[in-house]
């Protein structure tokens, strides 16, 4: 019994480092008097904090078992999505440290709030029992609401924070009673118990619909799936950038693994209905997203949008894995494009951080106008990225919704992938106009003013890498898939 | 046919939701409050419906001293003189609240004399099923769910160091104050 729980304790080992970690800065600052220590020691830890974390989650993968009376589970999924949630944080801590509405006397706070949100992210990941998966959800969003809410004064963030918290917390209220009608047809909330009862449960029992329903809202609303999208625009834009970009990467990140990972049965494949209600919402959330998106002119509202419409393409993959006889080709390609969405969904927000000068400043589109004559390397990584973004090859964007689009096909879910496609040319407008703006004007560029150094950083980093993992996709993908399948 | 159980249930179930409706409804903080009470109370209800005695106990206690911290922050963040004034004017409330004090004090008189036996008394051998619950209880989140049990933890620690945060923003129209 005892060796087993150390065993257990092992596996969550960089759990513990992360928060062992994340408590330093705070303690620092308890001890020294409540004087914030340095931003750069404060920085360094959640940096090393980080490395631990995902230190020990290579030593550790490979191990493929289940913890904690089967609670959580370390597989090939759990270790990639896990590396791809740290790699995030670490770009975003960069970015906040360089933000003016996130550097200040609070850092130590924030940086702890940041890694506690890592924690819950990562607790979801590893989640294998939906009572799990809500406190690791739970984790995740308080967290946010108050990072939200932690641009100093402007009434744009308090407001958004105010929204997400309010909304936020409902979902969670659907998303729990969804796991008490699961509990009381099942009787059980553990995974493999649920998925193996799926088949018979889903075409005769209607509480366990029910309640399937209410899980999937649940986690729509924290991956801004159609109904539940509406929250989006207005958070994105009012929280501070760094953190919109953290939200707008990790939160889906983390939380469509936890979707994906209820696909997991072979007992959807009758669920005809159910498949047509998420097929609809698939469809409406990437029409949506890029419809809206088309008519902001603000950019940061701009890429909000399009973050919807990518949940949109990411629920096509969802649904290919969940309802289809391949559930590890379907997984694979979530897992691939998630880590291509948040390269490049990254490494734009970060530009938009760099253009904002003060706390409450916006950034429009023609403040980009003639960028390129001024800036030629980083307008130039915002082509790459927005090129990534509609998904035009050979970047990484493309081979992402190539993977996804393909994934479906082989299901025969033809209609589906029409509408992928046509919602990819629908966006291709949207993305290409900030291209347009910054190379085709010869009006006088704004200047970026400020520290930037980590920003500017980031952003030729992702594009980097969206060009160079877009060349060799096929070894990464290969990598992948067999992590997916256990195949080590 | 309905059994005894269910109408327990159904009558708890309606005064937890309606109760559960009056709190987002009422215009007043304190009303408001007052329901929040009353929701805990009928949950706590339903609980003690399902021989779940612990749970229920946990239920009035820790949801009691929820709604207390409720009523002490609702008086701290509101300008409540007017609606303290409606709530506690007229005959009726009047009464009301010399007859809840008079059952307070009743409950209070009738436990420390009926308390004077038990306390003096040799004490019961046998474990009684509320024992036996808290138990079971107790080994399932220590041991099956000890994971979440910790992971609340956490969470708990995430709420208190967000709520100071929060309050210590400084800057914008904070600054003056500073």
Known sequence: ?488 | MLELADYTFYFLAALVLISGIAVITAQNPIFSALWLALTMIGVAGIFVSLDAWFVAGVQLIVYAGAVMVLFVMVIMLFDLRHEIHAFSRGILSGFLKLASAGIVLGLIVGTVYRSAETVFAPPPVETDKMADVTKALANTLFTKYIFSFEVIGVLLLVIAIGAVTLSRIRGGTHASHD
């Open chain 1, 1 to 488: 019994m005892n060796m087993q729980l150390l065993q257990d304790v092992v596996l969550v080992s960089p759990l513990i480092a992360l928060f062992a970690m994340s408590l330093l800065p705070v303690m620092m600052k308890v001890f020294q008097g409540n004087r914030e220590p340095n931003p750069y020691v404060t920085l360094f830890i959640g940096f090393i904090g980080l490395s631990l974390a995902t230190g020990l989650t290579a030593a550790l993968s490979g191990a493929d078992k289940t913890a904690f009376s089967g609670a959580i589970v370390f597989d090939g999924i759990t270790a990639w999505m896990s590396y791809l949630v740290y790699l995030i944080t670490a770009v975003a801590l960069m970015l906040s440290f360089d933000h003016v509405a996130t550097r200040g006397r609070q850092f130590a706070e924030f940086v702890f709030l940041m890694l506690s949100s890592v924690l819950g992210m990562i607790i979801l990941i590893m989640s294998n029992d939906l009572i799990v998966t809500f406190i690791g959800i739970e984790t995740m969003s308080l967290c946010l609401y108050i990072l939200c809410a932690m641009s100093k004064e402007d009434v744009l963030s308090k407001e958004a924070a105010f929204k997400y918290f309010i909304l936020g917390s409902f979902a969670s209220a659907i998303f729990l009673y969804g796991i008490a009608f699961i509990y009381g047809t099942v009787g059980s909330t553990i995974f493999p118990d649920i998925l193996e009862s799926v088949g018979t449960l889903i075409s005769t029992n209607t509480l366990f619909v029910v309640g399937l329903a209410m899980v999937t809202l649940g986690f729509a609303f924290k991956v801004s799936v159609f109904p539940l999208h509406a929250w989006t625009p207005d958070v994105y834009h009012g929280a501070p950038t760094p953190v919109t970009a953290f939200m707008a990467t990790a939160v889906k990140a983390s939380t469509f693994v936890a979707f994906l990972r209820l696909f997991e049965s072979e007992g959807y494949g009758d669920a005809v209905q159910f498949q047509n209600v998420l097929q609809w919402l698939a469809v409406l959330t990437m029409l949506i997203g890029n419809v809206a998106a088309v008519m902001q002119d603000n950019f940061k509202r701009m890429l909000a949008y399009s973050s919807i419409a990518h949940s949109g393409y990411i629920m096509v993959g969802l649904i290919a894995a969940g309802f289809g006889n391949n559930f590890d080709a379907g997984a694979t390609s979530v897992i691939f494009y998630l880590f291509s969405y948040a390269l490049m969904t990254l490494g734009t927000f970060a530009v938009v951080a760099m253009f904002e000068k003060a706390e409450n400043s916006t950034v429009g589109m023609n403040e980009l106008k003639g960028m390129a004559n001024r800036y030629p390397l980083l307008s130039l990584s915002l082509t790459v990225l927005l090129l990534s973004l509609a998904g035009i090859p050979p970047t990484l964007g493309f081979f992402g919704k190539f993977y996804l689009f393909s994934a479906a096909i082989e299901q025969d879910m033809y209609w589906l992938v029409l509408w992928g496609v046509i919602n990819s040319v629908i966006s291709v407008y949207y993305y290409l106009r900030p291209i347009v703006m910054m190379y085709m004007s010869d009006d006088v560029p704004v200047e970026i003013v400020g520290t930037n150094g980590m920003t500017r950083l980031t952003v030729i980093f992702t594009a980097a890498l969206i060009v160079v993992l877009g060349l060799m996709s096929s070894p990464v993908l290969k990598a992948v898939q067999r992590s997916v399948t256990n195949l080590f």
